[in-house]
């Protein structure tokens, strides 16, 4: 993650249209995407999900080729401005997706649970960026960067209710509801790490700014509450479904094949309620 805020002083600058650009590649493919799976055109959707992958890991790279922005407000505004945009279209790619995952089959379904899984990760990545770099701009930029970090992490309750809906179908194969759980642990982690993150930075603000951040902080504690409802609701009504039985059966399946899907969510939700753990957790 340091790469994306230090760059060596040799690097050449790279305009900030060329990852927007990009970026917006990236959202137009994520449209095409959902619409080809919403058709059933399942393969076709998987090699634009490739397409969607492919540019938006050159948005990222672009962000990372720009010059360290800690020396000017305009800079840092400039720098913070792709890095939204980029965190944007992975926050928009594990919604949509999300809501899809369950409708395609085969390959592609893989494929569209992996991608969300990365696309968690590219949002979460650029956020800590963001937080990592505020002490160290102008003042007068904070702000800003602190704007787009509340916009990114008060935005995940979205893809939690996806996910979650997709591990209930009894139908889902127990290999794509391994990857929708890591998943969710993924989704669920990063809005429980949002909460510390958006106390954290409220005090590096001048009083007018705070605003803005507490209010996404109570967006993030109010999301918090219902994640941990949606994975409690999706344990009690799962019924475990015998190993050796297929290669479906959903969550069910995944706790009844041997899988650590059952630990994981004990995890997710242990963690939650401050260690009551998932069984305890009714």
């Given at each position: 993650m340091a790469t994306?805020?230090?760059?060596?002083?040799?690097?050449?600058?790279?305009?900030?249209?060329?990852?927007?650009?990009?970026?917006?590649?990236?959202?137009?493919?994520?449209?095409?995407?959902?619409?080809?799976?919403?058709?059933?055109?399942d393969?076709?959707?998987?090699?634009?999900?490739?397409?969607?992958?492919?540019?938006?890991?050159?948005?990222?790279a672009r962000v990372r080729l720009q010059r360290s922005p800690v020396s000017s407000v305009a800079g840092t505004r400039s720098y913070g401005s792709s890095v939204r945009v980029v965190g944007a279209v992975?926050?928009?790619?594990?919604?949509?997706?999300?809501?899809?995952?369950?409708?395609?089959?085969g390959d592609p379904q893989v494929a569209v649970a992996q991608a969300i899984k990365a696309c968690i990760v590219t949002r979460e990545r650029v956020v800590e960026v963001l937080t990592?770099?505020?002490?160290?701009?102008?003042?007068?930029?904070?702000?800003?960067?602190?704007?787009?970090?509340?916009?990114l992490s008060s935005d995940g309750q979205d893809e939690?209710?996806?996910?979650?809906?997709?591990?209930a179908n009894p139908a889902l194969p127990v290999d794509v509801a391994g990857?929708?759980?890591q998943a969710l642990e993924l989704a669920t982690g990063a809005i429980n790490d949002a909460v510390g993150r958006l106390q954290g930075i409220v005090g590096l603000l001048p009083a007018p700014a705070q605003p803005v951040v507490q209010m996404a902080l109570g967006i993030v504690t109010d999301s918090l509450q219902m994640v941990t409802t949606l994975i409690q609701d999706l344990f009690a009504g799962t019924t475990p479904t015998p190993a050796g039985t297929g290669g479906s059966g959903g969550l069910g399946g995944l706790l009844g094949g041997g899988l650590p899907?059952?630990?994981v969510l004990q995890g997710i939700l242990g963690g939650l309620?401050?260690?009551?753990?998932?069984?305890g957790g009714r």
């Open positions: 994306l805020v230090a760059v060596p002083a040799t690097a050449e600058a790279k305009p900030v249209s060329k990852a927007r650009t990009e970026a917006v590649k990236a959202d137009k493919s994520l449209d095409r995407v959902v619409s080809l799976a919403k058709r059933n055109r393969s076709a959707a998987a090699r634009e999900l490739r397409n969607y992958r492919r540019h938006l890991r050159s948005a990222e992975a926050n928009q790619c594990a919604d949509s997706l999300s809501q899809i995952v369950d409708e395609v089959g990592q770099l505020l002490p160290q701009v102008p003042a007068e930029a904070r702000p800003y960067i602190s704007r787009v970090i509340a916009l939690v209710q996806g996910i979650t809906s997709a591990l990857i929708l759980t899907g059952l630990n309620l401050g260690g009551g753990g998932l069984l």
